[in-house]
């Protein structure tokens, strides 16, 4: 977080250990496994810690706020300790105009004080109110709890090098120098004093490790350690220290951190998380760390950078985003999103299986402007009203459905919805499913996904719409269940006004299991009660099913998607007795395995044929009929053909062959390297430009890579019937996802 886009390419990594965690679409945590009583540092223990209590789940929502040294400036973006020392960059001039030379003109000097070239004393140093200021740290907090949040903290050091408390191990403190005060126990102690849970955000691992490169190199030992260069031994044990320092004076509830803690010594990563989960323990406190990357993904929470995954992902995580695209602290003339677009994206977020931790930009004086109060109280309002929605939920097996697509991964901007767009919550018990609309849909609405080929609703009690206060409903008409999906009749007009609005759907029981549109479902109790994970195509050992929910030996139903089928093992790494499931099994005492899987495999089901349609045209992929070896894939408006039906069959290593109906042909990426080249088709000769990995993108999106060119199948935008199918480096574009329908 924390940064500009310039520190994008450092996020490549982290998002992809996050990919690697997700076990497709879990939506229970499970059970947590117990803690270890105590923790040494190496990676056999600290992955013991249970990542995300329930505290954690049930919070949602948090604040914190980059205000620091760098907001005094208020120029560029919280960047602007290492920008003004670029040559030629905007900051660098920007400092050269109104201070001078960065030489003569350092950055410490917003610390210690100095005067501009206007003659006006410039210095990071906020007073309190009580003193005659415009800083309040109470009045912060009671503007967080007003926006609802459940946790919240100050960022204690930034890159920057500054520390916020009064440190024994770094003069370059806020008690020592700047204000003098010691702004992280006041921010603590206000924090604690309104009942939230504190977090602590820490990002100086890049403080270090390149965030002031430009800087000359320093002669005085003081300076070397506020700019990162007391050599590689020396700062990693200063991380270290910082981070004791404040587990020690604090006890913070999360302890968050910022990227290129990979470039931190392992040793002092794995000192840091042992001595924090030994503490914590001591205080009888179940306690969160977080991370980008340098972590081993098992016993912390990992976070996104503005974003999120594109649908439900495990284990549990978090994102921070901020109210401003354009900087995270103050800057003049800073730029807000909306409360739609928050308030949009963090209801998207929950519903995907996660917390969103939300930046807001003080100024250097320690005003709040009101803009930033509104966005807030915005998001405030919509919790303190319709909460139970949002509070102590847990995910549901589908995050939602509608037109607007959020996440995908970290620096993806939060959208607002539309009144077509519904998002899913459930409560803890699993009997109630809360569906928000984001936006008013008029006097009906169809949720699509509660179709009878999904879901039996023959246990569904009472629809009835939130009201405009806590804890008030307004009962609606018996909802009708047809193909199309869940009817709802809605008062003619909206009965109040509200950034969204909240369906509470009750059942005499468990909610029923739904079968998801790819994959599998698979439950620990029968009839898909339980815990439950949505298990997208691919390989899951013990530790995969563990990792979402389901330990080995705990399965007891399955539901496939149509077209797909289950390969059980009874021992880890698919090995012992296999069964193959290719139906609904609500109770695998049945087949006499139930509680006996340790792992499995989610294929394509090879008897099946498929239509694959591209995600922007809605064209289906065409072979074009009987044709000769060679031709090139084509794109078509559905019309039931045989040239239009596909084969997936498993060939091994994860690789799938794609085989036409109609001539028996198989893509064929005839080994093309260039972004726009043709997928053709051939007789099957086994060649690796015949074999395809076929990857989940979120719901029932895919993207097809050939094993041989790395290219994807690409629809090409917009096309019309006829066009050519081609290929293309895989990126964000929907032109190069695909879904796969049992016809």
């Given at each position: 977080m924390s940064s500009s886009i310039n520190r994008r390419h450092f996020l490549a990594g982290a998002t992809c250990v996050a990919a690697a965690a997700v076990a497709g679409g879990v939506f229970d945590a499970g059970t947590a496994q117990a803690a270890p009583s105590t923790y040494t540092p190496d990676w056999n223990s600290v992955d013991q810690?249970?990542?995300?209590?329930?505290?954690?789940?049930?919070?949602?929502?948090?604040?914190?706020?980059?205000w620091g040294v760098f907001s005094v400036p208020a120029y560029d973006n919280e960047w602007y300790p290492r920008n003004m020392y670029q040559a030629g960059s905007n900051a660098n001039q920007h400092h050269i105009a109104t201070y001078g030379q960065p030489s003569a003109w350092p950055y410490h000097d917003f610390i210690n004080g100095a005067q501009d070239l206007a003659g006006d004393f410039v210095k990071f140093a906020p007073k309190l109110k009580s003193a005659g200021g415009k800083f309040d740290p109470d009045e912060w907090v009671q503007l967080f709890v007003d926006a609802g949040a459940r946790f919240a903290g100050p960022v204690a050091e930034h890159h920057d090098g500054f520390s916020m408390w009064d440190s024994q191990v770094n003069e370059w403190n806020s008690v020592n120098k700047g204000p003098g005060l010691d702004l992280l126990r006041l921010f603590s102690t206000a924090i604690r004093a309104k009942g939230l849970k504190l977090l602590v955000a820490m990002h100086h691992a890049y403080h270090f490790n390149g965030f002031y490169e430009f800087v000359p190199a320093q002669t005085d030992p003081s300076l070397k350690k506020l700019y990162g260069q007391l050599g590689s031994a020396a700062e990693n044990q200063l991380w270290f220290d910082k981070l004791k320092e404040v587990i020690d004076r604090t006890h913070p509830d999360i302890l968050w951190q910022d990227f290129r803690m990979d470039a931190v010594d392992e040793t002092q990563r794995l000192n840091f998380l042992a001595y924090y989960y030994n503490q914590a323990g001591s205080w009888g406190k179940e306690v969160v760390a977080t991370y980008k990357d340098g972590m081993n993904s098992k016993g912390e929470v990992f976070d996104y950078e503005r974003g999120g995954p594109g649908d439900l992902a495990s284990p549990y995580w978090l994102t921070d985003d901020s109210i401003s695209s354009s900087s995270w602290c103050y800057t003049q003339g800073i730029g807000y999103y909306t409360v739609q677009q928050m308030l949009h994206s963090f209801i998207d977020r929950v519903s995907k299986n996660g917390n969103m931790l939300l930046n807001i930009a003080p100024m250097a004086d320690g005003t709040i402007p009101q803009a930033q109060k509104d966005i807030l109280l915005g998001i405030g309002d919509h919790l303190k009203r319709f909460g139970e929605s949002v509070y102590s939920t847990r995910?549901?097996?589908?995050?939602?459905?509608?037109?607007?697509?959020?996440?995908?991964?970290?620096?993806?901007?939060?959208?607002?919805?539309t009144p077509q767009d519904i998002r899913f919550t459930r409560d803890k018990a699993g009997t109630v499913l809360y569906a928000t609309v984001l936006g008013w849909p008029g006097s009906s609405l169809t949720i699509k996904t509660l179709s009878p080929d999904r879901i039996n609703l023959s246990s569904l009690t009472s629809v009835k719409l939130l009201?405009?206060?806590?804890?008030?409903?307004?009962?609606?008409?018996?909802p009708v269940q047809n193909s199309s999906g869940l009817t709802v009749t809605l008062p003619s007009s909206a009965p109040y006004s509200a950034g969204a609005y909240v369906l509470k759907l009750a059942f005499s029981g468990t909610i029923p299991g739904l079968r998801p549109l790819a994959g599998t479902l698979a439950s620990t109790d029968v009839n898909y009660g339980g815990n439950s994970a949505v298990l997208t195509l691919g390989d899951y050992t013990t530790a995969d099913l563990t990792s979402a929910g389901l330990g080995a030996g705990s399965i007891s139903s399955l539901r496939p998607a149509p077209g797909y089928q289950v390969i059980?093992?009874?021992?880890?790494?698919?090995?012992?007795?296999?069964?193959?499931?290719?139906a609904e099994n609500p109770d695998l005492r049945v087949t006499g395995n139930n509680d006996q899987i340790a792992s499995l495999r989610v294929q394509f089901n090879p008897a099946a044929h498929f239509r694959l349609t591209n995600a922007t045209d809605g064209l289906a992929l065409d072979s074009g009929g009987d044709v000769a070896s060679g031709s090139d894939l084509k794109q078509w408006t559905w019309?039931?053909?045989?040239?239009?039906?596909?084969?997936?069959?498993?060939?091994?290593?994860?690789?799938?062959?794609?085989v036409n109906r109609t001539n028996g042909l198989v893509a064929d990426g005839w080994g093309a390297t260039d972004n726009g080249s043709p997928a053709r088709q051939a007789p099957w000769n086994g060649g690796t430009n015949q074999q395809w990995k076929i990857t989940s993108r979120g719901g029932d999106a895919y993207s097809i890579a050939n094993r041989t060119t790395g290219l994807v199948l690409d629809g090409g935008g917009n096309v019309g019937s006829g066009s050519v199918t081609k290929q293309w480096a895989y990126g964000s574009s929907t032109n190069l996802l695909w879904s796969f329908t049992s016809v």
């Open positions: 810690h249970p990542p995300a209590p329930e505290w954690f789940q049930d919070a949602k929502f948090g604040i914190y706020f980059h995910a549901w097996t589908a995050y939602g459905e509608g037109p607007t697509k959020m996440g995908g991964g970290a620096f993806t901007t939060p959208h607002a919805g009201g405009t206060t806590a804890s008030t409903y307004i009962d609606l008409p018996t059980g093992y009874s021992g880890d790494d698919f090995t012992g007795t296999s069964w193959t499931f290719t019309n039931g053909s045989s040239n239009l039906q596909w084969q997936a069959e498993a060939v091994g290593g994860g690789y799938y062959r794609l």
